[in-house]
């Protein structure tokens, strides 16, 4: 991933291709890109962020290609998660001189993650509307705190027009695996930067003042085309509206039960020319469960009764979006139990927490499976009311 951006900035991250996992917790399908950035001015020369710890040797590769022969004067660093701050320590043996720009709690946070190792000293902390200059290239900063930690800061360079946005408008993925950008930047955007949409609204009220042709993000590809596009996918992500219009059925099912009756609603919706996603949160990954939800305007929630309770992996879904402040969609209960089911009662009490979630108060309850004699009519008033109300 070495590449000239434009004449001055040129991108130095590297593609860790066999990472299977984000955050030990999010499943890769086509691995993960780390970005950093070298930009030169006439004067001085600026590193924007380091990279994750396996990425090193690939990094130091690209930097001495990209530096050719200089020696950089900065290490710009925008957030301290380790997946960008990992390698700052090696980064400033081989470059005893460098200096660290960073927020004041980056500051902080360094002496946590490398603690007596003296990169205190070469810290000059920066903050809002704060400026580098470079010689003919500025760098300015921008306070981003809690996208996604409390620390971060994006940087702007008005001479080229590129806006390094640090986590925001990245994706999972490789960068050689480039695939259909939205599906990925969807997942990583709700999983990642999810619960801090107000926090979204300020830096992209900020951003619209400057002129951006580049954005240029630490995760993912570089995006110079059509940026409209990715700002108002952002605009949806961060104030939590629907891209589409359209049912998300999430089902947790032990043995086929309540998943039939969730696939059998679906193709009646569907028959109904309503826009269907089914998904299976026992065999499917929550995060992608997640950015449906995000993407759609409904949901269906089904799920088996366990223990006198609600089924694990339904539990799981509704913690995951309700710790993304997920909020302001319509939702319909299909609850499932052999004996006693409570279901619908205990996913109710955890959408109740969210803000704006409507619940629709006709509830279809199956009892061990679907008996097409009785419970053909309740699905028909189901789907009504849960369409109608
Ligand atoms: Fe890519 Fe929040 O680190």
Redesign the pocket.
């Known amino acids: 991933m070495l590449e000239k951006i434009t004449p001055r900035v040129t991108s130095v991250g590297v593609d860790n291709t066999k990472e299977r996992k984000f955050e030990n917790q999010y499943v890769l399908y086509h691995g993960m890109a ?1 970005n950093s950035y070298v930009v030169k001015g006439e004067d001085k020369t600026a590193v924007i962020d380091a990279v994750e710890e396996k990425g090193f040797v690939e990094w130091r590769t690209h930097l001495v290609a990209a530096l050719e022969g200089e020696m950089p004067d900065y290490l710009i660093v925008q ?1 301290m ?4 701050s990992a390698t700052i320590l090696d980064f400033c043996e081989i470059f005893p001189d460098v200096r660290i720009v960073c927020s004041a709690k980056a500051a902080g946070m360094l002496n946590q993650f490398f603690p007596d190792c003296g990169l205190a000293e070469r810290v000059i902390a920066v903050k809002e509307g704060d400026k580098l200059e470079l010689g003919g290239v500025t760098l300015q900063f921008l306070a981003a705190p809690m996208i ?2 409390p620390e ?1 800061m994006m940087t702007y360079c008005p001479e080229e027009r590129v806006f390094f946005s ?2 925001a408008f ?1 994706k999972f993925g490789a960068v050689g695996y480039e695939d259909d950008w939205i599906n990925e930047a969807r997942r990583y955007y709700t999983n ?2 999810g619960k801090y949409g107000a926090q979204v609204q300020s830096l992209l009220k900020k951003a619209a003042g400057l002129e951006i042709h580049t954005i240029a993000p ?2 993912g590809p570089v995006l110079s085309e059509n940026l409209g596009y990715y700002i108002g996918l952002y605009h949806k992500w961060s104030t939590y509206t629907p891209e589409e219009d359209g049912v998300l059925i999430a089902y947790a099912s032990v043995y086929g039960g309540t998943a039939e009756a969730a696939l059998l609603l679906g193709s009646m919706l569907m028959a109904m020319g309503v826009k269907v996603i089914t998904f299976d949160l026992c065999n499917q990954p929550v995060s992608e469960a997640v950015a449906q939800a995000f993407r759609y305007s409904k949901m269906i929630l089904a799920s088996v009764t366990y223990d006198g309770g609600l089924f694990p992996a339904m539990h799981d879904f509704l913690y995951h979006l309700a710790s993304k402040g997920f909020k302001n969609r319509r939702v319909g209960l299909v609850e499932n139990g052999s004996w006693a089911p409570v279901a619908a009662k205990m996913m109710a009490g955890m959408l109740e927490k969210m803000k704006g979630m409507k619940i629709c108060e006709n509830v279809f309850t199956i009892k061990s499976r679907l008996n097409n004699d009785t419970d053909r009519e309740p699905m028909v008033q189901f789907i009504h009311s849960f369409l109608s109300e």
Do not use: K, N, T
């Open positions: 780390y957030h998660e380790p997946d960008h996604h930690w971060v640090a986590d990245g990642i930067v630490l995760h």
